[in-house]
């Protein structure tokens, strides 16, 4: 019984280490859904740009199914409010020369994404974070 409870005490130990570590890698993957989002959105409006000497105002133009759009970390776009969404993606300060594409986090990964929090970038691949220590977060 006292080899049992040393093993318990043992794998306890163990969990209270390794699960703080888990819970912040799965954040950091759900976060790469959304940089990889932003990317696409901007390869899709510079492509958008080359052909219409202009940026998009929606991300419907760019041939997204909806703006905003919702997406679930596996980088699927889900219908809004759906409980797989991690972030939500928008276009705002939209000029002929100029965007912001962002991405919000929602759900869980709002709560446990306070590291980084909201996403930015721009036409000029401006990176920003808007969270508590934003300094590693693309």
């Known amino acids: 019984l006292i080899e049992l409870m040393i093993v318990v005490a043992i794998v306890a ?3 209270a280490f390794a699960y703080p570590s888990y819970t912040e890698d799965v954040v950091n993957t759900k976060r ?4 990889t989002t932003l990317l696409q959105i901007s390869d ?3 492509q958008f740009f080359m052909d219409n000497k202009s940026f998009a105002n929606d991300l419907t133009t760019l041939g997204y199914p909806a703006n905003p759009l919702w ?3 596996d980088g699927r776009t889900v219908v809004a409010g759906d409980m797989d969404a991690v972030y939500i993606f ?3 300060n939209v000029t002929p020369t100029e965007y912001l594409a962002f991405a919000v986090p ?3 990964q709002q709560i446990r994404d ?3 929090g909201a996403l930015t970038l721009n036409q000029a691949s401006n990176r920003q974070a808007f969270g508590s220590d934003p300094d590693d977060c693309w």
């Open 44 to 46: 899709r409006q510079q």
């Open 32 to 35: 790469t859904a959304a940089t």
């Open 114 to 116: 306070t590291k980084c």
């Open 71 to 73: 997406v679930a970390d």
């Open 13 to 15: 130990m163990i969990s």
């Open 106 to 108: 929602v759900g869980q």
């Open 90 to 92: 928008g276009l705002v």
